[in-house]
């Protein structure tokens, strides 16, 4: 499984939307439940589900879901 299969995952499972299709110029103003709330709740299932860890600053720094999956891939062993 890629990294966009298993984001898209962690992202239709925290905002229960089976339907979410996730692409990398994607933001939270493009889902209705994506508030600070689940921001914070999407990070820490995306730390859980690839057994990363994003520092403070990365958190809030993401433009798009391009952004953070950039940063995702960074992390991943090789």
Known sequence: MNTTDKLT???REVFDDDTLV???????D???AWDSLSHVN??????IAFDISFKQNEIQSFA????LKKNIEEKLPE
């Open 30 to 32: 493009d889902v209705d």
């Open 9 to 11: 995952e962690v992202f």
């Open 22 to 28: 996730i692409h990398d110029e994607m933001t939270a």
């Open 64 to 67: 798009n879901v391009g952004e």
């Open 42 to 47: 999407l990070m820490i299932a995306i730390e």
